[in-house]
């Protein structure tokens, strides 16, 4: 704090641009109000997002089925069918990790 005219003190301009920026409280509550409404989902959120989960697992399960038939017609080699499939079952497990646990 700097003495002010009159022998009060005032905030630094490093003091005052952090008050401005963050308020009173500091940084920790206003990031904390940040997060408000990843607590405050409604049930419809969480619905739309396990729907969305399951639409791309089931995208998933079309991928490896077309796969597999690339290879039994020949469209591809072995190499790139199991190339390939590790990639889709990756993406599979992330996916999985990801559902919403009750």
Do not use: Y
Not at 6 to 34: H, I, K, V
Not at 47 to 62: K, N, T
Not at 69 to 87: F, P, Q, S, V
């Amino acid at each position: 704090m700097r003495p002010d005219i009159g022998g009060r003190s005032r905030p630094s301009a490093a003091a005052a641009a952090r008050e401005r920026t963050w308020g009173r409280r500091g940084a920790s509550s206003a990031c904390s109000n940040l997060l408000w409404p990843l607590r405050t989902l409604s049930a419809e959120a969480r619905d739309s997002g396990r729907i969305e989960i399951e639409f791309r697992l089931v995208g998933i399960e079309a991928e490896r089925a077309e796969l597999q038939a690339m290879l039994r017609r020949g469209d591809i080699n072995d190499h790139t069918a199991r190339k390939l499939l590790t990639e889709i079952t990756f993406s599979e497990a992330i996916l999985k990790g990801r559902e919403p646990r009750d």
